[in-house]
């Protein structure tokens, strides 16, 4: 252990990672999304829709499969865009664990969203506008509401253990599985369902981040644009999408002879309370040494670290100082949203998903676009091609607008 940080008193029951599933800008589920990370397949594009024909920025990474397609008709009118691809992943990940038997009173549902059902907002604000009240869908407030993903979750899966919705920024999703845990651990619920969804590819976001000076403009090659950890790195892509994780309590699991793809084994969360998008390496080391913390954990047992890196030249420069200080230079990094973009309240389950998948199968995704490394940062980041290694444990990290820091620990099962 880090002799600053001796272990967590013992006695807490062991979290599984028992099901998994996604929808993103490179498939529409786990193998097609895994495949295509591994392979660097981009999912960014141009938006060639006519209200992206003006911004300043038109450059996106929708999800590979529409999830309206996927959903009966009452359903797609009644759920915002976000809600449908929290179903579409949350159903996934519960077929995976195989459709658990629980009592619905043990069952829960955490899902967060950064921005929930802005897309509903902005379309419904201007059929008001240019139709009249009359006009405006009565679903519009449940489309909406941030908690809404949560809600419809747990009215598909029948959960009644409880819905709740952190938003957290981008690290909305990874806060989720943290609840959710925190769920399991304290005996009130023996399986949750936990993730992160957004779909805000749309004209006012896209224009809002621009304007801060967030995204990328690399529009002669799309595919291209999104480089994290590179010296030529101009800002993020804005992407969608959604992932979901099934945990138990190891014991529930156990009994019903559970399939384990990992052990969510440690969790660290702090703020900076530091400034409102600007990041502070400090709130990041101090996430970084509570999940190794809560995990039993030194540094050197960390082989994998999946960055939360979106490409921004502080975001990016900020965080690799961050884990050199907490962990070293030995880890093998990855930067996910190179290919992925950035899924915002989505990003933090995805790339969780994409952690257990790296524990499980041994392999480290490379980062794509990674053609010169920024000389500040000073990490072994695999690039080119997957790198093959035992991973005995890997950490996930998050960080969200606000000062939110989430990182997660996962080790092997068995």
């Not at 052990?263 to 999940?291: C, E, K, N, V």
Request: aromatic share 4%.
């Amino acid at each position: 252990m880090h002799p600053s940080l001796p272990p967590l008193p013992g006695g807490e029951e062991e979290i599984l990672v028992t099901g998994l599933g996604m929808t993103t800008p490179q498939g529409g589920d786990v193998q097609s999304t895994w495949d295509g990370l591994l392979a660097g397949t981009s999912g960014v594009r141009l938006l060639d829709a006519p209200w992206a024909a003006d911004l300043p920025v038109r450059l996106g990474a929708p999800v590979r499969e529409d999830p309206g397609e996927l959903l009966d008709r009452v359903a797609r009118r009644r759920m915002d865009r976000c809600q449908q691809l929290a179903v579409v992943a949350a159903r996934q990940a519960w077929a995976d664990a195989g459709a658990p038997e629980v009592e619905p009173e043990r069952l829960a549902v955490v899902f967060g969203t950064g921005m929930g059902g802005g897309a509903t907002l902005v379309e419904q604000y201007e059929r008001c506008q240019e139709l009249g009240p009359d006009r405006v869908s009565p679903f519009t407030v449940t489309m909406l509401m941030p908690n809404g993903p949560a809600a419809a979750v747990s009215m598909d899966l029948g959960a009644r253990g409880g819905a709740h919705a952190p938003t957290s920024a981008c690290a909305s999703g990874a806060e989720a599985i943290a609840l959710g845990a925190a769920l399991l651990r304290r005996g009130l619920a023996d399986v949750v369902v936990a993730g992160g969804t957004e779909a805000c590819l749309g004209r006012l976001s896209i224009a809002a981040f621009a304007r801060m000076g967030a995204l990328s403009r690399r529009h002669d090659l799309p595919e291209g644009a999104s480089r994290p950890f590179d010296s030529g790195r101009d800002g993020f892509v804005m992407a969608e999408g959604a992932g979901a994780l099934v945990l138990e309590r190891a014991s529930f699991a156990r009994a019903r002879g559970s399939r384990v793809a990992a052990r969510l084994a440690g969790i660290g969360m702090t703020s900076d309370a530091h400034d409102m998008t600007a990041p502070s390496p400090d709130g990041q080391i101090r996430a970084i040494r509570h999940a190794l913390r809560s995990a039993g954990l030194s540094p050197y047992d960390v082989t994998h670290v999946n960055a939360h890196a979106p490409g921004t030249q502080v975001g990016d420069r900020v965080e690799a100082a961050a884990v050199l200080e907490a962990l070293g230079p030995h880890p093998l990094v990855t930067a996910t949203k190179s290919v992925t973009g950035h899924l915002i309240g989505g990003a933090g389950a995805v790339e969780a998903i994409f952690t257990v998948l790296a524990v499980r199968d041994g392999v480290v995704p490379p980062t794509r676009n990674l053609d010169d490394q920024d000389s500040d940062v000073k990490l072994e980041i695999v690039a080119d091609r997957p790198r093959h290694a035992r991973i005995g444990a890997a950490i996930s990290n998050s960080f969200g607008f606000g000062g939110h820091n989430v990182v997660l620990a996962f080790t092997r099962s068995g």
